[in-house]
């Protein structure tokens, strides 16, 4: 029940603007606050910026790279935290248009992070007036910022409370914001939790009314420690208001191109669904089932890739625990393939809202893979529990589980003991102490303080503090570039490890999902078709955060001929929805676009980002290095659990007789071959890329693609120096 409270906080800084207008998608505008010195004020956006980098992603990248120099770290104050919007952001007759990208500095790899999330924020501040939302410097106290986008009008003030962890945080910010019960559906928040004050695994969350339900709803900008930026910021939470989105609030170019493209994908989605992925029914989640078959499911860290008890959180199980056809399920409006589900009224079972009946957001296929898997606990009730609370604390599913399952083997290696982890015993499947471990990350208390620092700190603490054997550490610990791997095992897909190594962030699946096509369909085998995948779809893939567009609606509902029109990594790009895109770019913006300069577009912004990389010290070959876990196995049990398929490669890739052989020395043979494999892709992805046999953009490159820059050709000649 909507109760109007007062806004009783102490105002800092209040601005009235006038922002930009939007037209064919864009404002030209960007929203600069510095919360150091509470200066709020209106930026333009350069022609030129708009030209070579389009938008999203690409206008966060330059602003940021703009921003910082290579001294500057994730919690200084001239780090910034930017959230952006994208041209075909907010249109609403098309499946999937209301993205927010946020980028940063992550103070888990040191260097430029993206996230992509859904929620009404970037559509709201688009039609605010605003491209971008740019926030430098640090609040003294916790703060709110406000942003009235239908009077232009932004303050800075005071949080009105000491406890910001989400959930009910933002049920009191939209009862002082609003104005009235029906003004709820016109606020979106972005808000992050105390997990976030005291971990490196910091989200944001970002929100909107569900209608239907009457709740408020949140997404996840999960990866890379973002929310641990806003939180050192100071930064409580972001508000925005806008009252008045219609069908043509983008003033678009040519309508009717977009309803177009809309009416066809629409009627896939309500014709094909439910015969293909049923996103509408469970969303994401239901990979599960995919990922365990296929032996890709990742089980005690990663060693193996399926287990008899996935059947407890299999499709099935999460079809009757969602509340299924709510009509708001769709993270903004328009979305008819609606998977951001929910569970009704689960009550909690510990922590300080122990007891309390809640929306538990999800869950995401990560989220179930990552606990339910990795750490060994096939409980769904542990997964929905583990799944609000990292939310509601701010915390990344993705990072936490991975970083939990990694302490786990640890533990049952005997590198930890009760004694290190304050009495926790963390074995594979111990649910208990899994949920009492996420409590004290949130709060920094006992072993919490170790665990919240993320995989790459927590080796190298068990390294120099608890004697730990480093190269074991290494092989086992699921990170690259500092960030945590998301839930798929690559073991058998030489594809995807390139695809998790060679992505700028860091090991995430939005930039390259390649596992099916490489490993269950055999579609790309050789370097060179690999390496053409890999490029091309983290180019495709990159696009969609340049827009403002979700990736779901590209390929999780494709139409009923594709793969019978198309073959092999042709049926993969699903052309007709590349045309539907082409499609909606020129209905919004006017200006017509080839399959090719889509890519185009992301090439630019991908170069720079790899280039930015190299800026803060990072982004050679060696720091596309992944542990061997992610390539073979590891271990005597990894091996004799898949003993069968690792000796027919030995006997017929490497030309190696297995027979008669100790398991350890046919996991050394394996092993330099694959770790040889791995190095040969990087070669053949380096040149398609056009990049230094160091994996560095080279000159030729930059040039060719416009972004030679004075900033970016000198950071480029130093590293062909090097
Ligand atoms: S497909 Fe799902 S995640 Fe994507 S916009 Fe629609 S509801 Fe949101």
Redesign the pocket.
């Known amino acids: 029940m909507f109760e109007k409270k007062e806004n009783n906080q102490n105002c800092l800084a209040s601005c009235e603007l006038v922002p930009g207008k939007v037209e064919k998608g864009y404002t030209d505008q960007r929203l600069y606050i510095n919360l150091t010195e509470n200066k709020i004020e209106n930026k333009p956006i350069d022609l030129q910026v708009k030209e070579i980098f389009t938008g999203g992603r690409g206008y966060g990248m330059w602003y940021l790279f703009q921003a910082v120099t290579p001294d500057t770290k994730w919690n200084d104050p001239e780090n910034e935290i930017i959230f952006s919007t994208g041209p075909i952001c907010g249109v609403t007759q098309y499946?999937?248009?209301?993205?927010t990208h946020v980028i940063s500095l992550s103070p888990e790899t040191g260097s430029a992070n993206d996230n992509n999330v859904?929620g009404y924020f970037a559509p709201y501040l688009k039609f605010s007036g605003w491209d971008l939302l740019e926030i430098q410097g640090k609040a003294e106290k916790d703060v709110v910022i406000f942003i009235d986008g239908n009077k232009g009008k932004v303050t800075i003030s005071e949080s009105p409370e000491r406890n910001i962890d989400t959930y009910h945080f933002i049920d009191k910010l939209t009862e002082i914001y609003a104005d009235d019960e029906k003004d709820r559906k016109n606020i979106s928040i972005v808000s992050s939790g105390r997990g976030a004050d005291n971990t490196n695994l910091g989200i944001l969350n970002i929100s909107w009314f569900d209608t239907h339900r009457k709740k408020l709803r949140i997404?996840q900008a999960g990866r890379g420690g973002t929310g641990t930026v806003f939180r050192d910021k100071k930064i409580a939470a972001i508000v925005i208001k806008y009252q008045g989105v219609n069908a043509n609030s983008n003033y678009m170019a040519n309508p009717e191109l977009v309803s177009k493209a809309g009416h066809r994908l629409t009627k896939e989605i309500l014709g094909l669904d439910h015969l293909q992925n049923g996103?509408r029914e469970t969303?994401t989640v239901n990979l599960l089932d995919h990922m365990q078959s296929h032996d890709c499911l990742p089980v005690h860290n990663y060693k193996f890739g399926s287990h008899t008890d996935a059947i407890k959180v299999e499709n099935k199980v999460w079809h009757e625990r969602v509340t299924q056809n709510q009509s708001g399920?769709?993270?903004?409006l328009g979305?008819v393939?609606?998977?951001?589900h929910g569970v009704d009224d689960f009550e909690l079972s510990t922590g300080p809202l122990k007891g309390e009946k809640v929306l538990v957001d999800g869950p995401e296929y990560e989220t179930a893979a990552g606990f339910a898997g990795n750490c060994g606990c096939f409980d769904p009730d542990l997964v929905l529990e583990a799944n609000f609370y990292c939310d509601n604390y701010g915390m990344d599913t993705i990072g936490v589980s991975t970083t939990i399952a990694f302490l786990m083997e640890c533990y049952e290696n005997n590198i930890l003991n009760k004694e290190i982890t304050g009495g926790l015993e963390l074995n594979f499947g111990n649910s208990a102490a899994l949920l009492e471990l996420i409590h004290q990350m949130a709060t920094k208390e006992g072993f919490g303080k170790i665990a919240g620092l993320g995989i790459r700190q927590a080796k190298r603490i068990l390294i120099e503090k608890y004697g730990a054997d480093g190269n074991f550490l290494q092989d086992i610990g699921m990170e690259c570039k500092g960030m945590e791997f998301s839930e798929y095992v690559t073991k058998e897909s030489l594809a995807q490890q390139g695809g998790y190594g060679m992505a700028n962030k860091g090991p995430q699946h939005d930039e390259n999902w390649l596992i099916f096509m490489d490993q269950v369909n055999n579609q790309i085998p050789t370097f060179e078709d690999k390496a053409a995948a890999i490029r091309y779809f983290s180019l495709f893939r990159t696009w969609f955060s340049l827009v403002g567009l979700?990736?779901?609606?590209w390929n999780?509902i494709e139409p009923a001929d594709n793969k019978k029109t198309y073959q092999g990594m042709q049926a993969a790009k699903v052309p007709e929805h590349v045309e539907n895109y082409c499609w909606l770019f020129e209905g919004v913006t006017g200006k017509p676009v080839t399959p090719e300069e889509l890519i185009l577009q992301s090439e630019r912004v991908h170069n720079l980002q790899r280039i930015f990389n190299v800026k803060m010290g990072f982004g050679t070959r060696k720091h596309d290095a992944i542990p061997y876990r992610a390539m073979g196995p590891v271990t005597a049990e990894e091996y004799e659990s898949r003993e069968e398929r690792f000796d027919k490669q030995l006997k017929e890739s490497v030309g190696y007789n297995p027979e008669g052989k100790t398991t350890e020395e046919k996991l050394e043979i394996l092993r330099t071959y694959r770790e040889d494999q791995y190095q040969k892709l990087c070669d053949a992805v380096y040149n398609r890329r056009g990049w230094s046999s160091d994996g560095v953009p080279t000159l030729e490159t930059i040039k060719k693609l416009k972004i030679d820059f004075p900033e970016v050709v000198e950071l480029v000649k130093k590293a062909s120096n090097q």
């Open positions: 499946s999937g248009t209301g993205k859904g997404k996103m969303g399920d769709s993270c903004w979305c393939l609606r998977c951001s979700c990736k779901l609606p999780d």
